[in-house]
């Protein structure tokens, strides 16, 4: 058991032999460097826990190696961790402890089973697991929880922001072989889910006491709502590419430059048919302001022609009622009926029917044919709002009429309400230019017909 002065001199003059061999330092006890036979060399503490002495089993623990941890830093580090062993902490165990405790991998697959899908809904559930699969599990599932930092959520965070391409995950179906990913938005989101993952398993006992949060204090990045309304001409346009698109057909997009498109039908053969529930699909989200799955998953059993509404058992906010205008009960009519789903899919009338899965085919086609490029499908339920605000509907009718569950969701149409009161001033304002001399037209606001003033 040698006893040396532990310097950088002293250390580099030491040659490996047959056996380990610990070179303990003359200052502080317990202090020192294990030298192995090929050569390693680490840094290692010896204490003796509770109240010490030869009673107490003796521990060690690694400090690092010589190569990346100088002396006098592997020094101090034994003195801090001595004066934490006085004050009653095990540092070998909880190394121990943490080498046994879950992976991140772990504790997400005990979230998503025990609290997301039992206590969330199906999309929420599908959306917390995506982020995780794709990419939050790839960069720190192996990593051990309670080992996780803010430097690395942080790091995580400003990773996905940086929109990479990526291979498809094994399994996957209808997408391209490399896909764009990643994103601030989706980076918040992933996020929100490493917060609420570690605040559960916290809470549940599955981390140590006190631990903390490795996602708090890590801010986000700005978002800002976007607020796309289709214009009249623009809705016009819309409706001449959905009757095409059921009709006639809408023309393919192809790059005559491709080897391929030589061998492909002529030109006025080169057209896309789209089935009338797919289109109606479509319609309905405009004339109803619905959300997108409130209308694929739709059975007709939630349809109540008498009292013209649509009766959802289950929404983003719960069971609702949305009531329908003449045009949607009228096309809801004339929908023929193939299977549960009033939106017919694949397996309509089949025993294991399902839903269709979405519209995005068609909607990019038609915002093609209808030179809207870049509009989602949920700006139709923000321009469905936009028309009942610029009619005079109040917010609160709206707020109603879509099914929101706070006031402040539906206040982002507000500017557009205003535009009946903005009438009405011009009105006044004419009346009162007129009276003033300014030359303004006047307006007849009391039914009565006003002339021109000079």
Not at 134 to 160: E, F
Not at 207 to 216: D, E, I
Not at 226 to 231: D, G, K, P, Q
Not at 277 to 300: C, K, M, Q
Request: aromatic letters at 4%; one cysteine or more; proline letters at 5%.
């Amino acid at each position: 058991m040698p006893v040396i002065k532990i310097a950088r001199r002293s250390i580099a003059a030491i040659e490996p032999l047959e056996k380990p061999v610990t070179y303990y330092d003359d200052a502080l006890k317990g202090f020192g460097l294990l030298v192995r036979p090929s050569g390693s060399r680490s840094w290692i503490l010896e204490y003796r826990t509770g109240a010490g002495g030869r009673g107490a089993a003796k521990k060690r623990v690694v400090l690092g190696s010589p190569q990346t941890v100088t002396p006098e830093q592997a020094r101090d580090m034994a003195k801090d961790m001595l004066a934490k062993v006085r004050l009653g902490a095990d540092p070998a165990a909880e190394r121990a402890e943490a080498r046994a405790a879950d992976t991140v991998a772990e504790i997400a697959a005990e979230w998503l089973s025990r609290h997301v899908e039992p206590k969330r809904k199906e999309a929420t559930a599908k959306l917390y697991r995506g982020v995780l699969i794709t990419h939050i599990l790839p960069a720190i599932g192996s990593r051990k929880a309670v080992t996780l930092t803010r430097s690395d959520v942080a790091k995580l965070h400003g990773a996905i922001a940086r929109k990479e391409k990526s291979s498809k995950r094994p399994g996957a179906k209808r997408t391209a072989a490399h896909k764009t990913r990643g994103g601030p938005i989706i980076a918040n989101r992933a996020l929100a889910v490493i917060k609420a993952m570690f605040s559960w398993a916290t809470d549940l006992g599955l981390l140590p006491v006190g631990s903390t949060n490795p996602a708090s204090g890590v801010e986000g990045f700005k978002e800002k709502g976007r607020e796309r309304f289709l214009s009249s001409e623009e809705m016009q346009r819309l409706g001449a590419a959905l009757t095409l698109a059921e009709t006639q057909g809408l023309p393919w997009q192809v790059n005559e430059n491709k080897p391929g498109a030589k061998y492909l039908p002529a030109p006025e053969k080169r057209r896309a048919h789209f089935d009338l529930h797919s289109v109606a699909a479509i319609r309905l989200l405009l004339l109803t302001g619905a959300r997108v799955r409130e209308i694929l998953d739709l059975e007709w059993q939630h349809v109540d022609f008498q009292r013209g509404m649509l009766r959802l058992t289950d929404s983003k906010t719960g069971a609702k009622v949305i009531v329908l205008g003449g045009a949607a009960l009228a096309l809801l009519d004339g929908l023929p009926r193939v299977g549960r789903y009033v939106i017919a899919s694949t397996s309509a009338g089949t025993k294991g029917e399902k839903p269709r899965a979405d519209v995005n085919r068609l909607w990019r086609a038609v915002c093609r044919e209808a030179g809207i490029e870049g509009t989602r499908l949920h700006d139709l339920r923000h321009s469905n709002a936009a028309v009942g605000a610029g009619v005079g509907l109040s917010l609160h009718q709206i707020g109603a009429l879509l099914g929101h569950s706070q006031t402040a969701t539906t206040k982002r149409y507000a500017h557009l309400a205003a535009d009946p009161q903005r009438r009405a001033a011009d009105l006044i304002g004419s009346e009162v230019a007129a009276a003033l001399g300014l030359g303004a037209n006047v307006v007849p606001i009391d039914g009565v017909k006003r002339e021109k003033t000079a």
